[in-house]
C-alpha cells in the first residue's frame, strides 16, 4: 500500500519561501511512469495542480507559477520536496501530494486531479501579511 505524507511548516511570512517534503512510503519515487505531483486548493477554489517531478527526475510546472515554483527529490529518502518562493497570503491553501501513473507524461495526464490513485492527506499552509 501507498502512502504519501506532507510535512513542513503551517506558517510561513509573506515574500518567504514555503518549503514541503512528501514523504513516500510502499513504493519507490524512481519507479517508471510514476509522476509526483504537488496540488493545492485555496479557500473557496478547486484543486490546483502546481507541477511534479517524474520518475526519471523531470520536472514539470504549471506556467502561471513556473518562475516560484521548484520541484526536486532525494531518492535516498524516497521524499520530494515543493519549494515556492516569494509567497504572498493569495498562497494559503491545503497543500497535497500525490501520484499517478503515466505513459507519456503528458500535461493532460498528470494536470488532472481525477487520474490520480494516491494522496496524502493533506496539510495548511497559512501565509501571513
Known amino acids: 500500500q501507498v502512502q504519501l505524507q506532507e510535512s513542513g511548516p503551517g506558517l510561513v511570512r509573506s515574500s518567504q519561501t514555503l518549503s514541503l517534503t512528501c514523504t513516500v512510503s510502499g513504493g519507490s519515487i524512481t519507479t517508471m511512469s510514476y509522476y509526483w505531483s504537488w496540488f493545492r486548493q485555496a479557500p473557496g477554489k478547486g484543486l490546483e495542480w502546481m507541477g511534479a517531478?517524474?520518475?526519471?527526475?523531470?520536472?514539470y510546472y504549471i506556467p502561471s507559477l513556473k518562475s516560484r515554483t521548484s520541484i526536486f527529490r532525494d531518492t535516498s529518502k524516497n521524499q520530494f520536496t515543493l519549494q515556492l518562493s516569494s509567497v504572498t497570503p493569495e498562497d494559503t491553501a491545503v497543500y497535497y501530494c500525490?501520484?499517478?501513473?503515466?505513459?507519456?507524461?503528458?500535461?493532460?495526464?498528470?494536470?488532472?486531479?481525477?487520474?490520480?490513485?494516491?494522496w496524502g492527506q493533506g496539510t495548511q499552509v497559512t501565509v501571513s501579511s
Open positions: 500525490a501520484r499517478v501513473v503515466s505513459s507519456s507524461g503528458s500535461y493532460a495526464e498528470v494536470s488532472i486531479p481525477t487520474n490520480y490513485d494516491y
Open positions: 517531478i517524474a520518475w526519471s527526475g523531470a520536472t
